[in-house]
């Protein structure tokens, strides 16, 4: 290396430690910014003399450069970009235009704020949705689902660009397909949209003036979608319950055979929701008190609910595996999670497509056959009593223990017709053999 050139070097760094130690600025050029050394803790900055409010934060890391200046009586410092990445030129230019907006009154802060949260995503809204919200793992899953399916060529652009005509056009392409389906995609969307509307406000302004969704509302659109009713008739109650005997007793059948029958059977008898009985844990069953219980019910209210004799005898016959009444030793999460082969085989024999939910369906059917009042039979499908403030104010929902007479109804009922079934079989049989 030249003598001379040593020299400069040597005299620059002193310079600079001594502008550094006092906070003076300096004309910044390539060569003074190459010069400067890494600091080992602590940034500092080197202010440029030529551009007021131009200069370089010299970090353990890396030089950047940036900008400072005032806004409405606030200081704004805002970051260019690295040394390297950017030219002194073009530091130097882009802190000149910084500057000039923030003597008209533009805040460089807010208006980066602003782009950030116009270019905000829907899948970026639904990955926020998801983690603020503490939600049921069925309705996590539709939203993802509807959002990958039902948006997939809006979910990496901003919601900005979402407009009611765009909404309008593709909830009537999902309608064509499935009217239940654009109903519910939609209300995931607007959904979103609101928490979008709540959450995203630079300078305290919505990035969405309004929910494009409402034209849906606006339009009079929503399809009037009847509620399913699909169940077991009564009739053939008991041929499935002879039919779930069969395979729980079976010998030869396999011990997660023989669970699928079991927690077919407790739905049936209980009318419990499909994940709420799957997932259900040894730690609340009650089987001498007769009760099991719910603490994160779909609703939202923990309950303890009656059990019949009948399911009591099941779970206390049932192997203790695990933690989980219904176990599974394939399954990660350690219970079954859906009897579709049952399921699919009970569709079989009652000639009707039938769901694990239209279990609970059924178990209402009988719960009206056998007499009970619908509050009570609400209760022990612990659905919320919305809508009768009596009800509401006076009826204990918590601990409904207290139904254990009409769960008990319920069971006799089944275990009734089962035997009609085996006996109508017996003489159905009899009368082949002697004809």
Known sequence: MPYGFLCFLLTMCLLLKTRKARGD????????????????EKPFFI?????????????????VYIVQGRVGGKVRRVTIGKHGT????????RAADIL?????????????????????????????YIKDRSLK?????????????????????????ITRQKCLSRFREISDRSPAQANQAFRVLRGLLNYA????????????TENPVSIISDAKLWHNVQ???????NNQVGMIFNFLQKERENPFNTDEGRTVADAVLFMLLTGARRTEALSLKWEHVDI??????????????????PLSTFICTLLSERPRVNDYVFFSKKATTGHISEPKHTVKKISEMIGTTISSHDLRRTFRAIAGECGIELWRTKLLLNHRMSGDVTLESYTETSDCRYLLPEIQKISDWVERQGVQDAAGNVITLNHARSA
């Open 25 to 40: 600025g300096m004309k910044l050029t390539k060569k003074v910014i190459d010069c400067l050394l890494l600091p080992e």
């Open 137 to 161: 793992a069925r309705t996590e899953t539709d939203i993802r689902r509807h959002v990958r399916d039902n948006f997939s060529e809006w979910k990496d652009k901003p919601i900005s660009g």
């Open 288 to 305: 001498q008190g007769q009760s099991w219980r719910i603490l994160d019910p779909k609703n939202r209210h923990p309950v303890t609910l």
């Open 100 to 128: 000039r907006e923030m003597v008209h009154g533009k805040d460089p802060v807010t208006e980066k704020k602003r782009k950030e949260a116009l270019s905000v995503t829907l899948e970026e809204v639904k990955n926020a």
């Open 47 to 63: 202010w440029d003399d030529e551009l007021k409010g131009f200069g370089l934060r010299v970090n353990p890391s890396s030089k």
């Open 227 to 233: 509620a399913k009713n699909r169940r077991i008739p």
């Open 197 to 208: 509307m709540a959450t995203y406000r630079p300078e305290d302004r919505p990035i969405l």
């Open 86 to 93: 950017f030219t002194l030129q073009q530091a130097r230019e």
